[in-house]
């Protein structure tokens, strides 16, 4: 018994020093939150941002939709609440409250897994705004913001047409959804539009590893690839992608190569940075344009309901440049991501590495890309599986 | 003098509960007013989130749901004095019941629901009772082999969901069950469905199960002392597994009934139940491994739950951007420890006691 007394003593005093010394680390830095009064000019928009599981420090969709909530901010002077969900059971009583409470002007749902509560939601609340990114909504009061993946796989695509040298490049995806076919359609047709420039045979092999998850079997897969001799590998599977990139960096150190290629292209949002000189681009797709665009047509009164499709002339997809690097380089320290390097090396990596790719492969990319903007090319894409068979069929891609 | 002592030893639990819960409470704040927020409109907007209106008390509820059942399965082992942390392992297999048999198996309505609940007992139950047998015939520490088989569950079930009951359409998800697996709302337009009046009957059938019948009384009896229990003829090997049974059945219930009452699949990584079976220890450590208290304190920690969402939400507190989720789970956490050290308290006394069959 006195034993007991003894832990609980030690447990209390425990807990007390824990708690005091949790408050005073908070304490410290008093800019936690700025605790001036409101000024509300006469009618201020405010903007409710729903994160999904993910949520902030996911250094990809979360972050993205946060940055372009945070220009809102600054650009259009809109009040924003952003509302973390823990478990996926928070989504439907979050998007619920929120719109019960008829405080906001639009509430937006980041990522596709808020989707079917969406749907019930929205049907109950027809006067509520909503815009939900990388996801469809049929319902007259929601903006579903998706993107034209298959035009900047276009571009990167092309890259890797020119840049390879075995003449073998590859892809590792994810599940096999329908999204994943646009990423599919645009890069081999972008492989192909650059061997009608160079006139070289490129083989091409994807993969459908099942998950987006697991980057372990990503790197099994990119191995497999590699060893193959395909040297340009294109992540598009999430997670499982960072095992690709990780493939190829391994691949790269032990051939003690100081860059590539075999290249890694990233994708979703800049992820140039965790490998530099080995990882040669990204497909971003900027969640931050669609999520500003939607806050931008409530404020200016132009919000409509249904898709809007973001490509490379809306800026919704991208070729990743040295600004986007920068801008993710300081994202990654802000949240406490591992840099790989100090900030200034890895710019420097990154342009050694640009430029050690002739010039005439980034002019050319340049005016693809003003083409496709202008509408002179189209980029084909592809919907079902049946429409995919043929353009794998067309473009000579091959199963791995 | 003895109706006092016996009002004593009731009140006992209460009155600990209560100042470790305003200890917690007290210290949240002071972490809250160290982060630059008002802890007083905190605490109301947690408060008014979880019971604010008919809406939030109703979604409150639950939330609970799951966490009775995990507690009461955390419950059940403690009483006879196993540690069992593997609820949350034997959850899953729940979840597995439920979308193997809700989306793939065409069963009439009642019919359905009850094949479901009766497989996931069946799997989730020789799970746990896989553990019972384990310490009994060989020894094995039950804390150690139920943390084990957790993982064994989670890839298992997550397999399953992954490769072989999932969505072509929508890969990230298993197909949704039948409209004929569902359980019914009981409120249409909020996410309180059946199954928190399930729960609530399970934790009655358990107290009954516990406190009514031979079984629950030797339970009860090899947890107080299992070489008396033996002395006294009761099997302690079969009874030890037979609680690891009802154990593992218990936790596979809040897997199965939140795929049926509330998401109707599971994503592929069960991120609908996670951690869902480890709130369940905490949950009955509060509600000193009784059923009545397990109800009581699910319900505190559903509102803890609903609550940090709703302050993000709340712009009286911090102004124009809510208080952030982390800080919220920061409160939750110092509050929970606050109120489970009574319990743990107890806890260890017993473990300490406690000699190897």
């Known amino acids: 018994m006195a034993s007991g007394k003894t832990v609980a003593v030690v447990l209390v005093v425990l807990a007390i020093v824990a708690v005091a010394a949790l408050a005073i680390t908070l304490k410290k830095p008093s800019k936690v939150q700025p605790q001036q009064p409101i000024q509300t000019p006469k009618k201020k928009v405010r903007v409710a941002v729903i994160f999904d599981i993910g949520g902030r420090g996911d250094l990809s969709f979360n972050d993205m939709a946060w940055l372009g909530a945070e220009r809102a901010k600054k650009e259009l002077n809109v009040e924003v609440t952003y509302v973390q969900s823990r478990t996926p059971a928070d989504y439907r009583p979050n998007l619920e409250s929120l719109s019960k409470s008829g405080k906001y002007d639009l509430i937006i749902c980041v990522g596709f897994l808020m989707t079917n509560d969406l749907k019930k939601v929205a049907a109950e609340y027809p006067n509520q705004k909503y815009a939900i990114i990388d996801s469809v909504v049929d319902l007259p009061n929601v903006r579903s913001v998706v993107f034209k993946e298959n035009e900047g796989s276009a571009l990167v695509g092309a890259l890797a047409g020119f840049v390879t040298k075995t003449n073998k490049v590859g892809v590792v995806l994810g599940m096999e959804i329908p999204v994943l076919y646009h990423f599919e359609a645009g890069f081999y047709w972008g492989v192909n539009y650059a061997h009608n420039i160079t006139g070289k045979d490129v083989k091409i092999t994807y993969k ?77 797709k900027r969640v931050d344009n669609g999520v500003f665009y939607s806050i931008r047509d409530v404020v200016y009164g132009n919000f409509t309901g249904g898709v809007m499709a973001l490509g490379l002339k809306e800026g919704g997809v991208k070729m990743s440049d040295e600004k986007d690097l920068e801008q993710f380089i300081e994202i990654a320290k802000e949240l406490g991501a591992k840099l ?24 050319d990319l340049k005016e693809l890309e003003q083409k496709i903007k202008s509408g002179e090319i189209k980029v084909p894409t592809a919907n079902t599986p049946e429409k995919i068979k043929k353009i794998r069929e067309k473009y000579g891609a091959t199963g791995a | 003098m003895r109706t006092c002592d016996d009002l004593r030893n009731h009140l006992r639990p209460v009155v600990e509960s209560s100042l470790s819960l305003l200890a917690g409470f007290l210290a949240g704040g002071i972490i809250i007013w160290a982060a630059g927020f008002n802890p007083i409109l905190f605490y109301e907007a947690l408060i008014a989130g979880a019971f604010g209106d008919i809406y939030s008390t109703l979604n409150t509820l639950s939330y609970s749901t799951p966490l009775i059942l995990t507690a009461l399965s955390f419950a059940i082992a403690a009483r006879a004095s196993l540690f069992n942390i ?121 107290y009954i199960l516990l406190w009514r019948t031979p079984l629950g009384y030797e339970i009860r009896a090899v947890g107080l002392n299992p070489s008396a229990a033996r002395y006294g003829g ?41 951690n869902m079976g480890f709130d369940g220890i905490a949950v009955s450590l509060v509600g ?41 789970l920061v409160v939750q956490g110092i509050i929970i420890i606050f109120i489970s050290i009574p319990e743990m308290l107890d806890l260890i006394r017993r473990l300490r006691g406690r000699r190897e069959v």
Request: glycine fraction near 10%; charge should be neutral.
């Open chain 2, 86 to 206: 593997g609820a949350e392992g034997q959850m899953y297999f729940g979840v597995l019941a439920a979308v193997s048999i809700g989306a793939f198996i065409a069963l009439p309505s009642v019919m359905h629901q009850l094949c479901i609940i009766t497989l996931a007992i069946l799997l989730g139950g020789l799970w746990g009772a896989v553990a019972g047998w384990l310490r009994v015939s060989r020894g094995v520490n039950e804390v150690v082999s139920t943390i084990m088989m957790n993982f064994l569950a989670l890839y298992l079930v997550n397999y399953l969901a992954t490769y072989v009951f999932y969505d072509p359409l929508q890969a990230y998800k298993t197909k949704s069950i039948l409209p004929s697996a569902e359980l019914p709302l009981m409120v249409p337009g909020t996410d309180l469905s059946l199954a928190f009046l399930l729960s609530i009957a399970t934790a009655m059938a358990l």
């Open chain 2, 288 to 328: 000193r491994n009784h059923p009545i208290g397990i109800i009581l304190s699910s319900i505190f920690f559903a509102m803890l739950k609903t609550g940090i969402q709703a302050v993000q939400r709340s712009t009286s507190v911090g102004g124009r951007t809510g208080v952030p989720l982390e800080l919220g």
């Open chain 1, 208 to 284: 459908y590893t099942g998950s987006f998850t697991d980057a372990a079997l990503g790197k099994q897969v990119a191995e497999g690839m590699l060893a193959q001799g395909a040297d340009v590998l294109y992540n598009v599977a999430g997670l499982t992608g960072k095992g690709m990139l990780d493939a190829v960096y391994e691949y790269d150190k032990n051939k003690k190569l100081e860059m590539g290629p075999p290249f890694a292209i990233g994708v979703d949002s800049d992820q140039d940075w965790i490998h530099p000189g080995y990882i040669i681009a990204s497909m971003m």
């Open chain 1, 340 to 363: 790989p390097d100090t900030p200034e090396n890895i710019v420097k990596k990154y342009k050694e590495m640009r430029a050690s790719i002739p010039d005439w492969v980034w002019k």
């Open chain 2, 234 to 274: 009761i099997d302690v090997k079969r009874t030890m597994i037979t609680s690891m049974f009802l154990s593992g059945a218990t936790a596979a219930l809040a897997g199965a009934f939140e795929v049926m009452g509330r998401f109707y699949y599971t994503d592929t990584g069960l991120s609908i139940v996670r």
